[in-house]
Antibody
Framework: QVQLQESGPGLVKPSETLSLTCTVSGDSMSSYYWTWIRQSPGKGLEWMGYIYYPGSTNYDPSLKSRVTISVDTSKNQFFLKLTSLTAADTAVYYC??????????????WGQGTMVTVSS | QSVLTQPPSASGTPGQRVTISCSGTNSNIENNVVNWYQHLPGTAPKLLIYSSNQRPSGVPDRFSGSKSGASASLAISGLQSEDEADYYCAAWDDSLNGVVFGGGTKLTVL
Protein backbone atom coordinates (compact mmCIF):
# COMPACT_ATOMS: atom_id res chain seq x y z
CA GLN A 1 0.00 0.00 0.00
CA VAL A 2 1.43 3.32 -1.06
CA GLN A 3 1.88 5.90 1.68
CA LEU A 4 3.08 9.48 1.62
CA GLN A 5 4.47 11.45 4.54
CA GLU A 6 5.31 15.14 4.59
CA SER A 7 8.06 16.56 6.76
CA GLY A 8 9.49 20.00 7.32
CA PRO A 9 9.47 23.03 9.61
CA GLY A 10 6.22 24.10 11.17
CA LEU A 11 7.27 27.73 11.50
CA VAL A 12 9.19 29.88 9.05
CA LYS A 13 9.90 33.59 8.97
CA PRO A 14 8.60 36.00 6.34
CA SER A 15 10.89 36.42 3.33
CA GLU A 16 12.56 33.07 4.04
CA THR A 17 12.37 29.85 2.03
CA LEU A 18 10.19 26.87 2.88
CA SER A 19 11.54 23.40 2.19
CA LEU A 20 9.29 20.38 2.55
CA THR A 21 9.94 16.71 1.91
CA CYS A 22 7.46 14.01 0.93
CA THR A 23 8.61 10.45 1.54
CA VAL A 24 7.00 7.78 -0.61
CA SER A 25 6.73 4.22 0.68
CA GLY A 26 5.23 1.13 -0.85
CA ASP A 27 5.81 1.85 -4.53
CA SER A 28 8.25 3.09 -7.13
CA MET A 29 8.21 6.76 -8.06
CA SER A 30 8.29 6.09 -11.78
CA SER A 31 5.52 7.32 -14.09
CA TYR A 32 3.48 9.24 -11.58
CA TYR A 33 2.71 12.92 -11.07
CA TRP A 34 4.08 13.81 -7.66
CA THR A 35 2.12 16.82 -6.56
CA TRP A 36 1.96 19.49 -3.89
CA ILE A 37 -1.38 20.94 -2.82
CA ARG A 38 -2.04 23.37 0.01
CA GLN A 39 -4.97 24.66 2.00
CA SER A 40 -4.84 28.02 3.72
CA PRO A 41 -6.88 28.42 6.93
CA GLY A 42 -10.56 28.69 6.13
CA LYS A 43 -9.98 28.32 2.41
CA GLY A 44 -10.11 25.63 -0.23
CA LEU A 45 -7.53 23.38 -1.82
CA GLU A 46 -4.91 24.96 -4.06
CA TRP A 47 -2.82 23.00 -6.55
CA MET A 48 0.80 24.14 -6.49
CA GLY A 49 2.42 21.92 -9.08
CA TYR A 50 3.86 18.54 -9.86
CA ILE A 51 6.95 16.72 -10.99
CA TYR A 52 6.58 13.84 -13.39
CA TYR A 53 9.41 11.38 -13.10
CA PRO A 54 12.07 11.56 -14.45
CA GLY A 55 11.86 15.30 -14.11
CA SER A 56 9.37 17.37 -16.05
CA THR A 57 7.59 19.92 -13.90
CA ASN A 58 4.51 22.09 -14.07
CA TYR A 59 3.62 24.85 -11.64
CA ASP A 60 0.63 27.01 -10.83
CA PRO A 61 1.16 30.26 -12.75
CA SER A 62 0.61 32.40 -9.67
CA LEU A 63 3.43 30.59 -7.84
CA LYS A 64 5.72 29.84 -10.75
CA SER A 65 8.37 32.41 -9.87
CA ARG A 66 8.66 31.15 -6.28
CA VAL A 67 8.17 27.38 -6.40
CA THR A 68 10.43 24.48 -7.26
CA ILE A 69 9.55 20.80 -7.07
CA SER A 70 12.30 18.21 -7.33
CA VAL A 71 12.75 14.50 -6.78
CA ASP A 72 15.33 12.08 -5.43
CA THR A 73 14.27 8.61 -6.52
CA SER A 74 17.18 6.98 -4.71
CA LYS A 75 15.56 8.08 -1.47
CA ASN A 76 11.97 7.77 -2.72
CA GLN A 77 11.39 11.40 -1.89
CA PHE A 78 10.22 14.53 -3.62
CA PHE A 79 10.54 18.08 -2.43
CA LEU A 80 8.89 21.48 -2.39
CA LYS A 81 10.80 24.71 -2.20
CA LEU A 82 8.85 27.96 -1.87
CA THR A 83 10.74 31.24 -1.67
CA SER A 84 9.95 34.76 -0.48
CA LEU A 85 7.37 33.62 2.03
CA THR A 86 4.59 35.86 3.31
CA ALA A 87 1.77 35.29 5.77
CA ALA A 88 -0.40 34.31 2.81
CA ASP A 89 1.68 31.14 2.49
CA THR A 90 0.50 29.91 5.90
CA ALA A 91 -1.30 26.67 5.10
CA VAL A 92 -1.51 22.94 5.47
CA TYR A 93 0.72 21.49 2.76
CA TYR A 94 -0.17 18.10 1.27
CA CYS A 95 1.81 15.90 -1.02
CA UNK A 96 -0.17 13.64 -3.32
CA UNK A 97 0.16 11.14 -6.15
CA UNK A 98 -1.48 11.57 -9.52
CA UNK A 99 -1.36 9.45 -12.61
CA UNK A 100 -2.39 6.08 -11.35
CA UNK A 101 -5.18 4.28 -13.22
CA UNK A 102 -7.52 7.17 -12.39
CA UNK A 103 -5.82 9.74 -14.59
CA UNK A 104 -2.89 12.17 -14.33
CA UNK A 105 -4.77 14.78 -12.35
CA UNK A 106 -6.72 12.46 -10.07
CA UNK A 107 -4.89 12.35 -6.75
CA UNK A 108 -5.52 8.96 -5.25
CA UNK A 109 -2.95 8.92 -2.46
CA TRP A 110 -2.31 11.83 -0.10
CA GLY A 111 -0.09 12.54 2.83
CA GLN A 112 -1.65 13.59 6.11
CA GLY A 113 -0.55 17.17 5.57
CA THR A 114 1.84 19.38 7.45
CA MET A 115 0.92 22.77 8.88
CA VAL A 116 3.29 25.60 8.02
CA THR A 117 2.98 28.98 9.68
CA VAL A 118 4.77 32.00 8.30
CA SER A 119 5.42 34.42 11.13
CA SER A 120 8.24 36.39 12.66
CA GLN B 1 -11.90 33.47 -5.90
CA SER B 2 -11.76 29.90 -7.19
CA VAL B 3 -11.76 29.15 -10.90
CA LEU B 4 -14.48 26.52 -10.43
CA THR B 5 -17.64 27.63 -8.65
CA GLN B 6 -19.32 25.54 -5.98
CA PRO B 7 -22.03 26.46 -3.49
CA PRO B 8 -20.41 27.07 -0.11
CA SER B 9 -22.85 24.83 1.72
CA ALA B 10 -25.38 22.05 1.27
CA SER B 11 -27.44 20.02 3.69
CA GLY B 12 -29.77 17.07 3.93
CA THR B 13 -31.27 14.62 6.35
CA PRO B 14 -30.25 10.99 6.67
CA GLY B 15 -31.50 8.93 3.76
CA GLN B 16 -31.99 11.91 1.48
CA ARG B 17 -30.29 12.56 -1.83
CA VAL B 18 -28.20 15.71 -2.17
CA THR B 19 -26.47 17.21 -5.16
CA ILE B 20 -23.45 19.52 -5.25
CA SER B 21 -22.79 21.54 -8.37
CA CYS B 22 -19.51 22.68 -9.89
CA SER B 23 -19.47 25.31 -12.61
CA GLY B 24 -16.58 26.07 -14.92
CA THR B 25 -15.77 27.13 -18.46
CA ASN B 26 -14.65 25.72 -21.77
CA SER B 27 -11.07 26.01 -20.52
CA ASN B 28 -11.63 23.45 -17.82
CA ILE B 29 -14.76 21.39 -17.22
CA GLU B 30 -16.20 21.52 -20.72
CA ASN B 31 -13.10 20.00 -22.31
CA ASN B 32 -11.60 17.99 -19.47
CA VAL B 33 -12.64 15.41 -16.92
CA VAL B 34 -13.74 16.37 -13.44
CA ASN B 35 -12.56 14.76 -10.23
CA TRP B 36 -14.25 15.03 -6.85
CA TYR B 37 -12.69 14.84 -3.40
CA GLN B 38 -14.14 14.34 0.06
CA HIS B 39 -12.28 16.11 2.86
CA LEU B 40 -12.90 15.61 6.53
CA PRO B 41 -11.13 18.21 8.68
CA GLY B 42 -7.81 17.00 10.00
CA THR B 43 -7.55 14.17 7.51
CA ALA B 44 -6.19 13.73 4.01
CA PRO B 45 -8.62 14.42 1.16
CA LYS B 46 -10.02 11.32 -0.51
CA LEU B 47 -10.60 10.78 -4.23
CA LEU B 48 -14.32 10.17 -4.58
CA ILE B 49 -15.04 10.41 -8.31
CA TYR B 50 -12.63 10.45 -11.25
CA SER B 51 -13.12 10.99 -14.96
CA SER B 52 -16.36 12.84 -14.16
CA ASN B 53 -18.44 9.76 -13.33
CA GLN B 54 -16.21 6.89 -12.23
CA ARG B 55 -15.75 5.63 -8.70
CA PRO B 56 -12.39 4.38 -7.41
CA SER B 57 -12.51 0.97 -5.84
CA GLY B 58 -13.89 1.14 -2.32
CA VAL B 59 -16.10 4.18 -2.83
CA PRO B 60 -19.75 3.29 -2.20
CA ASP B 61 -22.14 3.49 -5.14
CA ARG B 62 -24.15 6.04 -3.15
CA PHE B 63 -21.74 8.54 -4.66
CA SER B 64 -22.10 9.41 -8.33
CA GLY B 65 -20.82 12.10 -10.66
CA SER B 66 -22.00 13.63 -13.90
CA LYS B 67 -20.94 16.32 -16.33
CA SER B 68 -22.77 18.35 -18.90
CA GLY B 69 -21.09 21.10 -20.86
CA ALA B 70 -19.14 23.32 -18.49
CA SER B 71 -20.86 22.05 -15.35
CA ALA B 72 -20.50 18.98 -13.21
CA SER B 73 -22.39 17.52 -10.29
CA LEU B 74 -21.78 15.18 -7.40
CA ALA B 75 -24.78 13.30 -6.07
CA ILE B 76 -24.95 11.50 -2.76
CA SER B 77 -27.91 9.24 -2.19
CA GLY B 78 -28.94 7.57 1.05
CA LEU B 79 -27.21 10.33 2.99
CA GLN B 80 -25.40 9.20 6.13
CA SER B 81 -23.99 11.14 9.05
CA GLU B 82 -20.48 10.07 8.06
CA ASP B 83 -20.90 11.92 4.76
CA GLU B 84 -20.63 15.23 6.61
CA ALA B 85 -17.49 16.72 5.08
CA ASP B 86 -16.17 19.26 2.61
CA TYR B 87 -16.42 18.32 -1.06
CA TYR B 88 -14.21 19.71 -3.81
CA CYS B 89 -14.38 19.46 -7.57
CA ALA B 90 -11.23 19.77 -9.67
CA ALA B 91 -10.27 19.78 -13.32
CA TRP B 92 -7.39 20.55 -15.63
CA ASP B 93 -7.49 24.08 -17.02
CA ASP B 94 -6.09 24.44 -20.53
CA SER B 95 -5.58 28.20 -20.25
CA LEU B 96 -3.79 28.11 -16.91
CA ASN B 97 -2.06 24.85 -17.78
CA GLY B 98 -2.71 23.50 -14.32
CA VAL B 99 -5.25 21.89 -12.02
CA VAL B 100 -7.98 24.12 -10.66
CA PHE B 101 -10.20 23.38 -7.68
CA GLY B 102 -13.61 24.60 -6.70
CA GLY B 103 -13.92 26.56 -3.48
CA GLY B 104 -15.45 23.58 -1.72
CA THR B 105 -18.92 22.76 -0.43
CA LYS B 106 -19.51 22.02 3.23
CA LEU B 107 -22.12 19.29 3.52
CA THR B 108 -24.10 19.14 6.74
CA VAL B 109 -26.21 16.12 7.64
CA LEU B 110 -29.06 17.44 9.74
Amino acid sequence: QVQLQESGPGLVKPSETLSLTCTVSGDSMSSYYWTWIRQSPGKGLEWMGYIYYPGSTNYDPSLKSRVTISVDTSKNQFFLKLTSLTAADTAVYYCARGGYIYGPNAFDVWGQGTMVTVSS
Amino acid sequence: QSVLTQPPSASGTPGQRVTISCSGTNSNIENNVVNWYQHLPGTAPKLLIYSSNQRPSGVPDRFSGSKSGASASLAISGLQSEDEADYYCAAWDDSLNGVVFGGGTKLTVL
